[in-house]
């Protein structure tokens, strides 16, 4: 799910983005410029999805009976979420370094 979200190009994750904005701001003004709530949505959405990622690591840790290890499982949880992380934005990176180079 994360590569998937991942791979989208700007546009369709542009698009997405855009129509969670207008729904919320069709249930509540929202106060500030529409550049600024979608940076504050995507960036959330992005926390959210590798947030869920280490809650289900650590949930699959402690349902194995490693309950007593709480904080390694926790530690276990955060880097299993960073390598990820990682991965994603450095291939982020690469391909807008290729596409700058290439165009």
């Given amino acids: 799910m994360i ?6 190009n700007g546009h369709q994750s542009g698009s997405l983005s855009d129509a969670i904005y207008y729904s919320l701001n ?4 929202l106060p500030f410029s529409k550049d600024s ?12 999805e590798f947030g869920l990622l280490a809650l289900s690591l650590y949930y699959g840790m402690a349902k194995n009976g490693h309950t ?4 390694k499982a926790l530690l276990f949880g955060w880097i299993a979420l960073f390598i990820p992380f ?4 450095i291939s982020k990176r690469i391909e807008l370094l290729m596409s700058s180079i290439l165009f």
């Fill in 68 to 71: 007593k290890l709480f904080v």
């Fill in 26 to 29: 069709a249930l509540i003004t």
């Fill in 37 to 48: 709530m979608v940076f504050v949505i995507r960036k959330c959405a992005h926390m959210t």
């Fill in 86 to 89: 990682t991965i994603d934005q």
């Fill in 3 to 8: 590569f998937g979200f991942s791979s989208q």
